[in-house]
């Protein structure tokens, strides 16, 4: 058969998608202009950008899922955005990262993953005035680093910590580098249209150079494995997406050329060596395509693509993670703006029983004895290979993970390694290691070593380790070599026997051939079950499958290996003697299972502290006499923290079999959750310690009190913690986890009838911790009103308007439209005039120039501002009946500035102030009253794109295109008091203040266009508070900020989209709301005051909408039960924006007064916090009876309460009868009135 016709065993490789649940989730990824991946992957570890700036990292176990925290520990690797990253092929735990501040930085995971936030790097390089564009590591010699910068390419030693080489030829930046995969070349591709290929260690470096693809835009360089191959991509002349394959034997001519399509995201290259496979994942783009790369014609074959979400970022996972049991032959990680997705790529085979050797080749294992040092001194050493199959794999299919410690340590055995090596030896040939794998001890030339090895296969074949041993084997077996260098005929001996790794590579078990035996354990407390943890890798008798749940928290000892025993705990098995716990003194517990547990005896809120106290230390001493005697076994075994849902079980049979008098019901007041162990509690407690210490602001008490005996944890599902392999990632799931209320059924349904003479105070309802954010206008809803309430026919709308006007504007009486057409017109309409517009000419006002900016006078609905582009203001006085035809006679007009004007804005306390900012690069702020120039602004440089007033007047801030942000006291100084950066982007910006002041939000873009939002303290703008990455739009966000519900609307023209926030004091600062989408486009938004809002409906905000042709109400509210009650909580006092405090002279005098404020009560209304303390009284006086203790009973509807079952009888019978007495009821019924039939009617 012709090898053209020959089938590839992976041609049929299909991509697999896991479900959405399986992905980590709710991550927050930007857009970021690097050369780099945005995403690298160890066999143990992923690691990808972080947040908007992409300064920082999340580093997760590479089998992660679920939704992930804001506030999860990251490694805060740079001042600027990550360009690069990549792990060590020897060391899963250690990671490179280059960025734009110029440096690169070593990071060790720890084996156990971030504990805690990360910002102490092992070592750093510097490229001073430079950005790092690439980095990442040698593909045999351990500890040498490559990193590239503008057109350098430099390369690190790590172990002495400098620059061992360094060539900067190339003419422009380098965009892409890539190794041979036996580490003697290294290619580049540049912006210079040049691939080169190097060899570092000869002193013309550059060997090979060759015309590469013709546009100057990003490109891509791949080595193909071992063979004298390198593919590029790029784009060609006409910016089609470009393929270049090339022979280095022929490197000016290209092998094979491919075009592809003409998208703007650069293709990255994902070459597997073992199987030939080619993955191309374009930035931007939605599609994975495969190809299998060939060594004839046609060179590159299509497989099957993938589509799904948009890609930020991709890279392939090491072999030795992959789950070869399944056809798993490659996994990509996809990066998306919200989540990492697993694709993984299968081999469809009838049955996956069998290991498929065919489809996994050996590949290049972990372990190299060549260092930096050596390479460079010309040493080649190839990478002994290591087999997939897992029954050659000591941990079956568990991944094969390399943690080998921090760089320090590992710097300490390179020396001690160099002064045994520099001892004398006897010179011989061939000398083995007793060490994982059997290399050579002296350094040959390649062809050397083949030959050598073809002589004496059998060392090498016996041995195919997959975990590296511990660093005491290792100097043991180095001192052994020495001891034996004299014998003439060496027999390698064999490994020593390793120890079994429970998901660690440092933590030694028990001898598998000599099991525990279960030991008889007396229990002297009956209240505290018995358990037993579970070794894995031993079947439980019975088939008995415990559920698993976490143990208490403790604080965590970076330096002590996790291991599978510390994590899980589980039940005793039903029916059976249960086993002692025995332990070998490995892992010895600190609290034993009784001091965990809570105790059926009376709280501890009943006790003086002191008796408490002491009650804790004698229980402690007794039960670490109780552990003592109990760990005289060599065992590994040891006692265990029952899991949340064994401590739910056990109280319910307490309380089952307990008499009536022990006070189960009673709820710790104090907030002390202290049991008999400081350092133990539940994640429950935790999370109730932390509301406790939140600082942030506290709503009204509320209606159901947490029982402190119960778990607000949501129960796990049997099979929850599969494939888990840290502790870290159970207890970091559950801080996720939204506490939940435990259910009258489930924990106290036996306690019914009961009676209580203490209560707690209802716990205060959260608005913020440091779980997460919990806001009362999260659920915000927007209504449109009826079509009954819109404008219809509105025509000739124009789009010419400049991006610095918003482009709509109203006020509670009628709107301002901007219309087409020469001469500069603006319709009025008036909002009571609703209903279909009549065809024809629309009245509208007549400027004669095109308009800039127009705004409502906040105190006069009459009277509308309109800037005109030859620098003219005109003052327009709309009729009380409304605008009946077109008019060009303004009631005021002045000339403001020379040139044209950017802005025009009233002041919000002062009547007649406004400000107006031109391309003349100053602001003037105008007496209205006396069409007069007050006072001038200066120190802008450059486009102004927004102003605000602060709310109190006093301030005023402006964002221009030189990317700063400016504060001004314009009363004071005509020069900014404070100056900050701001968003880069040079399409436009928005600014408003928020906060009583106190801060700013900053509506802009970035240089990659993406629509964002900054959030400053009004006192420092040099540092965001945080940055928020929207989307991609041209459309500037228009901001509108409802101060009582600190709410921040946004929006821009053209979006069918309405994004609400909620700006906060605390962390994240930018809280995300329900957002509004609407049925269509609109072209503007305009919020009306707050004194028009309906709050009887709760609405709290109310806006107009304008669509092509329509002018749509739409109303903003919360969803409540008890609407018919004034939600004071929702509606604070208003400040009194409708009227003025100041006139102009008196502000211009320097006096300053703040508005008042009003309540938004309507009369008539009760309050709801009024009825909610009515109802709480009511309920603690008649809780004794009911079933739910502490818990307050709010009105039922429907009458189910059984609290107030009776009241509501007697309540509805008193109404029937009332309604009865008032109306008129016939009980005589119509067929009474009938007369009857004749008798003898019948008899007939």
């Not at 210079?192 to 013709?214: F, G, M, W, Y």
């Not at 709509?808 to 020469?822: K, M, Y």
């Not at 403001?896 to 602001?923: Q, R």
Request: glycine share 6%; aromatic share 6%; hydrophobic share 30%.
């Amino acid at each position: 058969m012709a090898w053209r016709f020959k089938a590839s065993k992976y041609k049929n490789a299909a991509p697999i998608v896991p479900k959405p649940e399986n992905y980590v989730r709710d991550i927050c990824v930007g857009s970021y202009q690097t050369y780099g991946n945005n995403i690298a992957a160890s066999a143990k570890f992923m690691a990808f950008n972080w947040d908007h700036a992409g300064s920082s990292l999340a580093v997760l176990p590479i089998d992660d899922s679920g939704r992930k925290s804001k506030l999860m520990p990251l490694l805060h690797a740079h001042s600027d955005t990550v360009t690069d990253m990549e792990f060590s092929p020897f060391h899963d735990g250690l990671l490179a990262t280059g960025s734009q501040d110029c440096l690169v930085k070593i990071w060790h995971i720890p084996e156990s993953g971030l504990q805690e936030s990360l910002s102490n790097p092992e070592c750093t390089f510097s490229h001073k005035q430079r950005r790092v564009e690439t980095v990442g590591f040698h593909p045999t010699a351990d500890f040498l680093l490559h990193s590239t910068s503008y057109t350098t390419l430099n390369l690190w030693d790590l172990i002495s910590g400098q620059e061992v080489f360094s060539n900067a030829e190339t003419s422009d930046v380098i965009q892409s580098v890539s190794w041979k995969r036996d580490g003697t070349l290294i290619a580049t591709s540049a912006k210079d249209k040049q691939v080169r290929v190097l060899d570092p260690r000869v002193e013309e470096s550059c060997i090979k150079t060759a015309n590469s693809h013709q546009s100057i835009k990003d490109s891509r360089v791949v080595f193909l494995g071992d063979s004298n191959r390198v593919l590029t991509t790029g784009f060609d002349a006409q910016r089609l997406r470009q393929i270049i394959i090339r022979d280095l034997r022929n490197f000016g001519e290209a092998e094979k050329s491919l075009e592809l399509d003409c998208s703007t995201g650069i293709l990255i290259p994902l070459y597997d060596a073992d199987t030939g496979m080619l993955f191309l994942a374009g930035k931007g783009d939605t599609t994975i395509g495969y190809m299998e790369v060939l060594d004839k014609e046609p060179y590159l074959m299509e497989g099957i693509r993938h589509s799904g979400e948009q890609t930020k970022g991709t890279c392939l996972v090491p072999k030795r993670a992959l789950n070869v049991m399944q056809g798993e032959v490659n996994r990509i990680l996809q990066l998306t703006s919200t989540c990492v997705i697993p694709v993984t790529y299968q081999v469809p085979r009838k049955t996956y029983r069998d290991f498929h050797a065919d489809l996994y080749p050996d590949t290049p294992g972990y372990k190299t004895d060549l260092t930096a040092e050596q390479w460079l001194s010309g040493k080649n050493v190839p990478i002994p290979k290591i087999s997939l199959d897992p029954s050659k794999r000591e941990n079956g299919e568990e991944p094969i993970i390399v943690h080998r410690g921090p760089l320090s340590k590992l710097r300490e055995e390179h020396e001690t390694d160099k002064v045994i090596e520099t001892k004398p030896v006897p010179k011989k040939t061939f000398q083995p290691k007793i060490t994982a794998t059997i290399t050579k001890n002296d350094f040959h030339p390649v062809k050397d070593i083949i030959k050598d090895l073809e002589k004496d296969k059998s060392p090498v074949s016996d041995s195919k380790p997959e975990i590296v041993q511990d660093n005491k084997v290792a100097e043991n077996n180095k001192i052994n070599l020495e001891e034996t260098s004299t014998q003439q005929n060496v027999i390698p001996p064999k490994p020593l026997p390793r120890t079994s790794r429970t998901g660690s590579i440092c933590e030694p078990l028990e001898d598998p051939n000599n099991p525990p035996k279960p030991v008889a354990r007396p229990r002297t407390n009956s209240a505290t079950p018995v358990v037993t943890s579970v070794n894995p890798n031993v079947p439980i008798a019975g088939g008995y499958k415990p559920r698993l749940g976490p143990k208490p928290f403790t604080p965590p000892k970076l330096n002590e290996p996790e291991s599978f025993d510390k994590v899980f705990s589980v039940p005793a098995v039903p029916g059976q003697q249960q086993p002692q716990q025995q332990t070998n003194g490995v892992h010895e517990p600190k609290t034993p299972v009784s001091e965990a547990l809570p105790s059926p005896t009376p709280t501890i809120q009943e006790k003086e502290p002191l008796q408490v106290e002491e009650e804790a230390q004698v229980e402690a001493e007794s039960a670490k006499n109780e552990a003592v005697e109990e760990n005289d076994s060599d065992s590994a075994y040891t006692p265990k923290t029952p899991s949340t849902a064994e401590r739910r079980k056990l109280f319910e049979n307490n309380t089952k079999e307990n008499e009536p008098e022990e006070n189960f019901d009673n709820v710790d007041q104090s907030g002390s959750f202290e049991r008999a162990s400081v350092q133990r509690s539940s994640i429950a407690e935790r999370r109730k310690m932390y509301e406790n210490r939140s600082q942030s602001v506290q709503e009204a008490p509320s209606t159901i009190i947490e029982k402190a005996g119960g778990s607000p944890i949501m129960m796990r599902r049997k099979d929850s913690f599969k494939n888990r392999k840290n502790a870290e990632d159970v207890l970091k799931d559950d801080n996720n986890r939204k506490s939940g209320q435990v259910s009258k059924q489930m924990s106290l349904e036996q306690q019914v009838g009961k009676k209580n003479e203490n209560f707690a105070a209802p716990t205060p309802k959260r608005t913020s911790t440091v779980f997460g954010r919990v806001s009362k206008f999260r659920h915000l809803k927007g209504t449109p009103a009826h079509k009954s309430f819109h404008i219809e026919n509105i025509r000739n709308l124009s789009r010419q308007i400049s991006g610095e006007c918003d482009g709509f504007h109203a006020n509670p009486e009628r709107v301002a439209v901007p219309l087409s057409g020469p001469g500069g017109k603006i319709a009025i309409f008036e909002l009571s005039k609703t209903g279909r517009l009549p065809d024809g000419v629309i009245p509208a006002l007549v400027h004669g120039n095109n308009i800039m900016d127009f705004a409502w006078d906040p105190f006069d609905n009459h009277r509308l501002a309109v800037a005109c582009d030859d620098g003219i203001i005109k003052l327009w006085k709309i009729p009380e009946s409304g605008l009946n035809e077109p008019t060009n006679e303004a009631e005021n007009e002045f000339n403001a500035h020379p040139d044209k004007i950017y802005f025009i804005k009233f002041h919000p306390t002062a009547k007649d102030v406004l400000a107006s900012g031109s391309y003349d690069m100053t602001i003037k702020i105008w007496d209205l009253a006396t069409l007069t120039e007050k006072i001038v602004l200066k120190g802008h440089t450059d486009q102004m794109f927004s102003f605000a007033w602060s709310p109190c007047g006093v301030f005023c801030s402006t964002v221009s295109k030189d990317g700063k942000i400016r504060i001004y006291k314009p009363r004071a100084n005509d020069a900014p008091t404070r100056e900050g950066k701001g968003p880069v982007g040079s399409r436009g910006a928005r600014i408003i203040w928020a906060l009583d002041g106190n801060f700013i939000v900053v509506m802009g873009f970035d240089k990659v266009s993406e629509r964002q939002i900054m959030v400053f303290k009004s006192t420092d703008l040099n540092n965001p508070l945080n940055t928020v990455g929207l989307d991609v739009s041209p459309a500037i966000l228009i901001p509108f900020y409802d101060e009582d519900s600190s709410t921040l609307f946004l929006t821009g023209k053209g979006d069918s989209t309405i994004y609400a926030f909620e700006i906060t004091e605390e962390s994240p600062y930018i809280c995300p709301l329900s957002h509004h989408r609407c049925n269509n486009l609109h072209q503007g938004l305009s919020f009306l005051p707050k004194n028009v809002c309906d709050v009887s409906n709760v609405e709290f905000a109310k806006a107009l909408r304008l669509t092509n042709n329509t002018i749509e109400p739409l109303s903003f509210t919360v969803p409540r039960i008890k609407t018919e009650l004034f939600q004071d909580d929702l509606f604070p006092p208003t400040r009194v924006m409708w009227k003025s405090s100041l006139t102009s002279a008196e502000w211009f005098n320097g006096k300053d007064k703040a508005p008042p404020r009003i309540s938004l009560k309507p009369d008539g209304m009760d309050l709801l916090s009024e009825t909610q303390v009515n109802n709480q009284e009511r309920t603690i006086n008649k809780s004794a009876s009911t079933p739910f203790i502490g818990a307050s009973q709010p009105y039922n509807r429907l009458a189910w309460n059984a609290e107030l079952t009776g009241q509501t009888k007697m309540k509805q019978e008193e109404i029937q009868k009332s309604v009865s007495n008032k109306l008129e009821v016939n009980l005589k019924l119509e067929q009474d009135e009938m007369e009857g039939v004749d008798e003898k009617e019948w008899n007939d």
